[in-house]
């Protein structure tokens, strides 16, 4: 009933740590996004009473935004990541939000998102916002773009399985193999092996 939720609110509030592990473990592992709202709402609530710094409020707006999405409810999960971002510039929150423009058909926004925290001294050399910021103008067919973007996810991490095989694939496909060839011998330097590449190698050396 309601006095015994309140009461293990009040209970879990008191203590941050078991409360975020709480509401980790509804989202997760009950896969109850519609109580664990209810705890990051009070959670809020309680940190509003209290004169909580913003720094404090993130993590729970973040989570906030989590609940929503799952519930199906994007606007309200856009507006609870864009809140936690303002509070806190987070990777995880700038994936979130992006993976919300992505649901709702919006991949310039996603991308915008994406490019406001590389280019704003947020988190300039992020490989997975930049790998994420590939992929979207992957699916977009915007070739050009994403390959660029590929070589920059390289540049950041050399050793990227994704980004040298995904740059091998394009230069195959656009009459390279030759350079297609380079990349797919340093993912067989760095020990990646299996049928396709040694497949995708045979075909390089064919053409």
Request: glycine share 6%; charged share 25%.
């Amino acid at each position: 009933n309601f006095d015994d939720e309140h009461q293990l609110f009040d209970a879990l509030i008191r203590n941050p740590a078991m409360s975020k592990a709480a509401c980790d473990y509804l989202l997760l592992f009950e896969r109850n996004p519609a109580k664990a709202l209810d705890l990051c709402t009070e959670a809020l609530k309680r940190s509003s009473e209290r004169g909580a710094t913003k720094g404090e409020w993130w993590w729970w707006k973040h989570r906030q935004g989590r609940c929503y999405y799952q519930l199906g409810l994007y606007r309200d999960a856009e507006r609870s990541f864009a809140s936690s971002l303002d509070d806190q510039p987070m990777e995880a929150t700038v994936l979130e939000l992006a993976k919300v423009y992505l649901r709702v058909d919006q991949p310039t926004s996603a991308l915008k998102v994406l490019q406001d925290a590389l280019q704003e001294n947020q988190m300039p050399s992020s490989v997975r916002l930049t790998l994420w910021g590939a992929r979207v103008h992957e699916s977009g067919n915007a070739t050009d773009m994403s390959i660029e973007t590929f070589k920059q996810v390289v540049r950041l991490d050399a050793s990227h399985v994704e980004g040298l095989a995904c740059l091998a694939s394009s230069y195959f496909y656009a009459g390279y193999p030759e350079m297609s060839l380079r990349f797919y011998r340093r993912l067989l330097q760095m020990g990646v092996t299996g049928p396709e590449i040694w497949n995708n190698v045979g075909l390089c050396c064919f053409y």
